[in-house]
């Protein structure tokens, strides 16, 4: 969690961050945790609401809890405001 925050703060997005961190594809880390690919994907994207496994999977992978990560995927699920 640790790197994802760090790499949120230097700008990069959620999903972008988390992909970054985990080191490996979405649907990489998916596989190794018997995790729906295509689930587990939208969920870092911010485009599903994540289940317990998919969370169970991102702590196990990058640490952190299960309140910080359910709230970082409902900030990632927000829409960006837009300029101009």
């Known amino acids: 969690m640790d790197k994802v925050r760090r790499l949120i703060e230097a700008g990069a ?3 972008t961050a988390i992909k970054e961190a985990l080191g490996a594809s979405p649907a990489e880390i998916a596989l190794k945790h018997g995790r729906a690919r295509t689930n587990f994907s939208a969920t870092i994207n911010g485009k599903r609401a994540p289940s317990p ?3 169970a999977a991102l702590i196990a ?3 952190g809890t299960e309140m910080e990560w359910r709230e970082l995927l409902h900030e990632a699920g927000r829409p960006v405001a837009k300029v101009g």
């Open 13 to 15: 997005s959620i999903p």
């Open 53 to 55: 496994g998919d969370i």
């Open 61 to 63: 992978e990058l640490g």
